[in-house]
């Protein structure tokens, strides 16, 4: 297979379009009409009455047999800017966030904010690349009194939105956040976030799906050992513990990059944290914080994706605007693949000359390889030499993408939490689906390794966590195309 020639535009339509509806999380563009008309920061639209018609889906077409080349840069992490967004809760006063993504997933963050009772605005930040501004700056206005009540309607759009749970329970001393429920990746517990809070006093129950806290009296701080080093579970529990009686100590908690940058933004806010990056954070409690001025630190899962992008369609990559520390093992895999790969203080350069050979990945808590990768290292498992074994260590429900993936050809079989992958020399053009944001951006970065044309259907996953992502393929050469088309014509399905 070339990856050099170039396959003449064989549709019309030049445009990475946004004006169709854009959607959520699990929300189904047929029956929902969650616009995020005007993006971001005008706060309606996010609950617009469904449309008595099906809407459009937004597709993305590739050309495939491209070899990617150039450069992209990345800006702030999803993962953090929502969380750095939640931390805001914790202290009345002017909050501003700086290199937030533009994405979907923000613009509903910001809605639930509004929902509390913040007056939050964006503000674009310079285009770093092709396309519109990839990166806003977020200013959150948080009031004395804050509404404690996060609803379902935005809590199911956003799984995320759990993590104003910890903060409004140390302001408000009460809160009720409605039980997001589990997703397309899998089963998502809430177990160690209730466990760690009631360690720390709260009375904790549940009812009419939702998580309902109260500490009248203030938190009080506790030893929490958590049975896995859950993102989410740390986060809520460090934030909470920032305002308890006391000090804290949550022991085998996550070391994500993700958790360093919210406890920085929480130690320039006041708090007293210790161990930041370790297993073990000690907190001591303060009575009160100061709103700060932070920015978002960048995005290894999108600079990740990049990386196994260029190694799949033997490219040649520069990925700017993050740590490559951060991606340590996933740049260590595309090595061993053969890839050569160049890493300074603030981005990497990945060039594959040749096939890559298969690897073995295993998907584990930070710092082993990502799980968000995992829908990239099962793309490069499909084109390589050889037989691979992708093993997946986190959410249950993560291989469910691989059947689109073998529509386009790939040789997958899983069993239980591993997937047997034999690499073909190149897969075949297929309409696909994606299901959630990564296997979004691995079906279209493995349509890049296909004969043909491929669709992606329900790309507005890939708008939850991908800011122009259309603008960057085109910018490394890539033929692409978003457009949309009606959901009963779509071939996905
Ligand atoms: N878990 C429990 N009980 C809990 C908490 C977690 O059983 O109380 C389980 C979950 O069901 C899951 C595993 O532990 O099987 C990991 O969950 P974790 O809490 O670590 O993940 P999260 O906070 O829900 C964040 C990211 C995910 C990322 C994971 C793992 C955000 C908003 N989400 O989720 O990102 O995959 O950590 O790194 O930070 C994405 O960006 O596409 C994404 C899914």
Redesign the pocket.
Known sequence: MSHSVRTPVPWGGDGESRAAPVTAEDADPTTEALSVAGWPGNGDGLLATPSPTPPDVDVIRVVGGVRLAGEVSVVGA??SA??LMAAALLVPGQTVITNVPRIT?IAIMAEVLRRLGCAVTFTDEEPLGPGPARSSTVTIDVPERLCSEADYNLVRRL??S??VLGPLLARCGEVRVAHPGGDA???????????GLARMGADISGEHGFVIAEAPNGLRGATIWL?????????NLLMAAVLAQGVTEIDNA?R?P?IVDLCAMLTKMGARIEGAGTSTLRIEGVRELRPVRHETVGDR?VAGTWAFAAAMTRGDVTVTGVNPAFLEIALDKVMCAGGHVETWPEGFRVRMDQRPRAVDVVTL??PGF???LLPMAIGLASVSEGTSLVTEN???GRFMFVQEMARLGADIRTDGHHAVVRGRERLSSAPVRAT???AGAGLVIAGLCADGVTEVSHVHHID??YPNFVADLRALGVTAERTTAPEEQSFAF
């Not at 990746?185 to 976030?193: A, E, K, Y």
């Not at 049975?227 to 986060?235: C, I, L, N, Q, R």
């Open positions: 999803k993962n929502l969380k997933d799984r995320a759990i993590c990746i899998g089963s998502r517990g809430l177990d160690m976030h209730v466990a049975d896995f080093p859950s993102v989410g579970a740390t986060e996550a994500e993700e899962i808590p930070y990502a799980t968000d986190i959410f249950d959630d944001i990564r939850r966590g």
